[in-house]
């Protein structure tokens, strides 16, 4: 379906995708703030307000609001990025109202009280504890923190206890006060919908509010070569493997994700075949391909028993040197373009996942594609570009290895310079 782009009175993006036949209708606000963009120092702001919009608004309890929104057959939800922070609602066709109403209210009219702050915060530090016990999880947080040591990318979305458990609603109601408004809002909207609904919803919920600060962002450096191991009481060694990238365009973008999935996703891929079944040194292993508006980084994250830590390193990186250099086998690029194709159109099922998309794209990017454009462009990529990037971006001078788990001396002392890719 055509996604349609207006703008309100007041100059705030409406991204629109109607789908008659949907049952349901989906809304989301999203704002240009997220972890990268808080005050020095003061770290989780973005997803500390992003908990404690839903306690109270104005003229709503959050018991109320979950009345409302389930009653409507719905759900209220939100998230916080490095780069934005998104609420959004999901409802039936015939109650598309409530969706927007309740929508509009958390993101306009929240409370902020001290009370609310002080209650969410104990959950928020709860999660928190939750992420580090969790390694398959937590390997990524570290794996970016690392990655882009320095620089406003590698903070975790939702802080540390040490930066989270000082903050008030005060700090909370100073960062809303000046990022929530114009020009950092955009809202999207997908299934049974109406655009000229959309816009005059947005229009009179949040033309009103203006932004008294304009995110600027610094592009993080292109990191060099580096191996760090962090311990972790866990049963298995989690790594992280990968890449840095620096800004990419729309092309680009679609050609590193393509060259990732074929080295990394599926079953059938080559990192899967060569470092699990071929040689049982991984009981988990999978690609991960991820771009930011000024940067990103292909990646390999992989789970292991201490014993295998260094083979699983150099068989890994041993299959990413014998990709670049022999390129791409007879069936594989097809198999993997079917591959992508298949899980983006499945994606596609779900409005969650529709508007999601949107939102990442225009806030990401400034621009989204439809399914089938997108499908259009992996489609048309060729080996040479595949091959291309993999000179550019897959070598040794760029690669960065964080390892998680018991390590032990050996691990720890592991020369990572002696992989060759």
């Given at each position: 379906m055509p996604i349609e782009l207006t703008k309100t009175a007041g100059g705030i993006p409406v991204l629109t995708e109607k789908i008659p036949y949907s049952a349901n209708a989906g809304f989301l606000v999203a704002v240009r703030t997220g972890s990268r963009d808080e005050y020095e120092g003061i770290y989780g702001l973005s997803h500390l307000l992003e908990h404690t919009v839903f306690r109270?608004?104005?003229?709503?309890?959050?018991?109320?609001?979950?009345?409302?929104?389930?009653?409507?057959?719905?759900?209220?939800?939100?998230?916080?990025?490095?780069?934005?922070?998104?609420?959004?609602?999901?409802?039936?066709?015939?109650?598309?109202?409530?969706?927007?109403?309740?929508?509009?209210?958390?993101?306009?009219?929240?409370?902020?009280?001290?009370?609310?702050?002080?209650?969410?915060?104990?959950?928020?530090?709860?999660?928190?504890?939750?992420?580090?016990?969790?390694?398959?999880?937590?390997?990524?947080?570290?794996?970016e923190e690392n990655l882009w040591d320095g620089n406003e990318l590698g903070r975790d979305e939702g802080g540390t206890e040490e930066?989270?458990?000082?903050?008030?609603?005060?700090?909370?109601?100073?960062?809303?006060?000046?990022?929530?408004?114009?020009?950092?809002?955009?809202?999207?909207?997908t299934g049974n919908v109406d655009q000229d609904e959309v816009v005059r919803w947005a229009e009179e919920t949040f033309d009103p509010m203006e932004a008294k600060v304009v995110n600027e962002r610094t592009a993080p450096f292109i990191p060099k070569a580096k191996y760090t191991c962090t311990e972790h009481n866990s049963e298995h060694i989690n790594i992280g493997f990968g890449f840095p990238l620096g800004k990419l365009e729309s092309r680009e973008r679609a050609v590193v994700k393509l060259m990732g999935a074929v080295i990394g996703s599926g079953t059938s891929s080559r990192l899967f075949q060569n470092v699990r079944e071929k040689n049982a040194l991984v009981y988990s292993i999978y690609n991960d391909t991820h771009c930011y508006s000024d940067a990103g980084y292909v990646s390999a994250f992989m789970s292991c028993t201490g014993k295998n830590v260094i083979k699983s390193l150099q068989e890994t990186a041993k299959t990413y040197s014998e990709f670049k250099k022999n390129g791409l086998e007879k069936g594989e690029l097809e198999r993997t373009k079917n591959l992508l194709s298949g899980a983006v159109a499945r994606s596609t099922e779900t409005t969650d996942n529709r508007i999601y998309r949107m939102c990442v794209g225009y806030m990401t990017h400034g621009s989204v594609s439809s399914t089938a454009e997108y499908l259009d462009l992996i489609n048309s990529i060729t080996e040479d570009e595949i091959m291309y990037a993999a000179e550019k971006y897959l070598t040794s001078e760029r690669l960065n290895i964080t390892v998680l788990g018991r390590c032990g001396k050996k691990v720890q002392e592991f020369d990572a310079q002696s992989l060759e890719i």
């Amino acid at each position: 379906m055509p996604i349609e782009l207006t703008k309100t009175a007041g100059g705030i993006p409406v991204l629109t995708e109607k789908i008659p036949y949907s049952a349901n209708a989906g809304f989301l606000v999203a704002v240009r703030t997220g972890s990268r963009d808080e005050y020095e120092g003061i770290y989780g702001l973005s997803h500390l307000l992003e908990h404690t919009v839903f306690r109270e608004t104005k003229t709503r309890t959050s018991f109320e609001m979950a009345k409302e929104m389930e009653g409507a057959g719905g759900e209220l939800n939100a998230f916080t990025a490095k780069e934005m922070t998104g609420y959004y609602g999901i409802t039936l066709g015939s109650t598309a109202d409530v969706a927007m109403k309740l929508v509009g209210d958390i993101v306009a009219n929240p409370l902020i009280n001290e009370k609310d702050t002080a209650l969410e915060k104990e959950i928020v530090l709860q999660e928190l504890s939750m992420v580090k016990s969790e390694p398959e999880s937590y390997v990524h947080d570290l794996f970016e923190e690392n990655l882009w040591d320095g620089n406003e990318l590698g903070r975790d979305e939702g802080g540390t206890e040490e930066t989270v458990k000082p903050l008030t609603h005060n700090d909370l109601r100073k960062y809303y006060d000046e990022r929530y408004g114009r020009p950092n809002l955009a809202v999207f909207a997908t299934g049974n919908v109406d655009q000229d609904e959309v816009v005059r919803w947005a229009e009179e919920t949040f033309d009103p509010m203006e932004a008294k600060v304009v995110n600027e962002r610094t592009a993080p450096f292109i990191p060099k070569a580096k191996y760090t191991c962090t311990e972790h009481n866990s049963e298995h060694i989690n790594i992280g493997f990968g890449f840095p990238l620096g800004k990419l365009e729309s092309r680009e973008r679609a050609v590193v994700k393509l060259m990732g999935a074929v080295i990394g996703s599926g079953t059938s891929s080559r990192l899967f075949q060569n470092v699990r079944e071929k040689n049982a040194l991984v009981y988990s292993i999978y690609n991960d391909t991820h771009c930011y508006s000024d940067a990103g980084y292909v990646s390999a994250f992989m789970s292991c028993t201490g014993k295998n830590v260094i083979k699983s390193l150099q068989e890994t990186a041993k299959t990413y040197s014998e990709f670049k250099k022999n390129g791409l086998e007879k069936g594989e690029l097809e198999r993997t373009k079917n591959l992508l194709s298949g899980a983006v159109a499945r994606s596609t099922e779900t409005t969650d996942n529709r508007i999601y998309r949107m939102c990442v794209g225009y806030m990401t990017h400034g621009s989204v594609s439809s399914t089938a454009e997108y499908l259009d462009l992996i489609n048309s990529i060729t080996e040479d570009e595949i091959m291309y990037a993999a000179e550019k971006y897959l070598t040794s001078e760029r690669l960065n290895i964080t390892v998680l788990g018991r390590c032990g001396k050996k691990v720890q002392e592991f020369d990572a310079q002696s992989l060759e890719i």
